[in-house]
């Protein structure tokens, strides 16, 4: 058994406690089932949330879900001009057979183009996807570039901008 690292992240629609718990449950769920996890799998998890998310400690939702002996730590993400607002992200680390490869990593809502550059991400369109990064534009420009099985490139920036190109794939 190895110990990985999970990531996985949501964007909000409104900073409202209610509607941040269902994110954030959906999104710990959406990771569990993603990667074949129980809760005996489970070391800890640690959360983040953008500065203009208040009404409720995310962690909090995985303690609804009955993970009452992980633990579980909230912290602030930095604030980077034009960066996604009222996100939150979550680091699960688990013991898991899954190869570093076969780790599948959860971004829903509008967090879905925040980190492209991952080998194997699932997003809420219910899709994992595996995505090859193009080295070197990201340092030179500041933008990602990353190509999925089809063939399709897409050209995302920290604002969430994209631009898609069909490179004719099979």
């Keep these: 058994m190895a110990v ?5 992240a949501t964007q909000l629609e409104l900073d409202e406690r209610e509607h941040l718990l269902g994110r954030t449950t959906e999104l ?6 993603e990667n074949a996890l129980s809760t005996d799998d489970l070391i800890s998890m640690v959360f983040t949330a ?17 993970l009452v002996d992980v633990p ?13 607002p009222r996100v939150v992200r979550l680091m699960m680390h688990v013991e ?3 190869t570093r490869a076969e780790v599948t990593h959860v971004y829903l ?22 995505h090859q990064t193009a080295e070197g534009l990201a340092g030179r420009t500041g ?23 069909d490179q004719g794939g099979s």
Excluded at 147 to 157: F, I, L, V
């Design 4 to 8: 990985r690292a999970i990531r996985g």
């Design 28 to 33: 710990v769920r959406a990771v569990l089932r």
């Design 50 to 66: 953008t500065d203009d998310v208040r009404s409720e400690f995310p962690a909090y939702a995985a303690r609804v879900l009955g």
């Design 72 to 84: 579980l730590m909230c912290a602030r993400e930095l604030e980077i001009e034009g960066s996604l």
């Design 96 to 98: 898991t057979p899954l």
């Design 109 to 130: 809502h509008g967090a879905a183009m925040l980190r492209r550059d991952l080998t194997h991400v699932r997003t809420d369109t219910g899709q994992t996807t595996d």
């Design 143 to 165: 933008h990602q570039t990353t190509a999925d099985r089809t063939g399709s490139q897409t050209t995302a920036d920290r604002t969430g901008s994209q631009t898609t190109a």
